[in-house]
């Protein structure tokens, strides 16, 4: 079983930044991949950034991509993810995911939330005008 504990989230004027962090503890050795999706009330789960694990490379939603980097310390099993130039529209709780299997296409793969095994409680980020 793995566990992962996410932090970070609050809220924030628009235009601000914030970086949530993910923590992941127990059978960590197995990590292929490392994601963050958001959910907006009355919206579905929708991807966000990912991680892969064996070579850092990175995956990212358009409505992100320039403003959110994802990134990874090996050592402490920690995902990160920087947020800048917040918008109102990013408003959401944000959730951690960590995915053992070996994706086929990561560029596509990474963005299915079915495609991770393991999920946090999520953290709250609000983004006012």
């Known amino acids: 079983q793995v566990q992962l504990v996410e932090s970070g989230g609050r809220l924030v004027q628009a235009g601000g930044s914030l970086r949530l962090s993910c923590a992941a503890s127990?059978?960590?050795?197995?990590?292929?991949?490392m994601g963050w999706f958001r959910q907006a009330p009355g919206r579905e789960r929708e991807f966000v950034a990912a991680i892969r694990w064996i070579d850092s490379s990175t995956y990212y939603a358009d409505s992100v991509k320039g403003r959110f980097t994802i990134s990874e310390d090996n050592a402490k099993n920690t995902v990160y993810l920087q947020m800048n130039s917040l918008k109102v529209e990013d408003t959401a709780t944000y959730y951690c995911?960590?995915?053992?299997?070996?994706?086929?296409?990561?560029?596509?793969?990474?963005?299915?939330?079915?495609?991770?095994?393991?999920w946090g409680q999520g953290t709250q980020v609000t983004v006012t005008s």
């Open positions: 127990g059978r960590t050795f197995s990590t292929s991949s």
């Open positions: 995911a960590l995915g053992t299997g070996t994706l086929s296409d990561y560029d596509a793969d990474a963005r299915r939330p079915y495609e991770y095994d393991y």
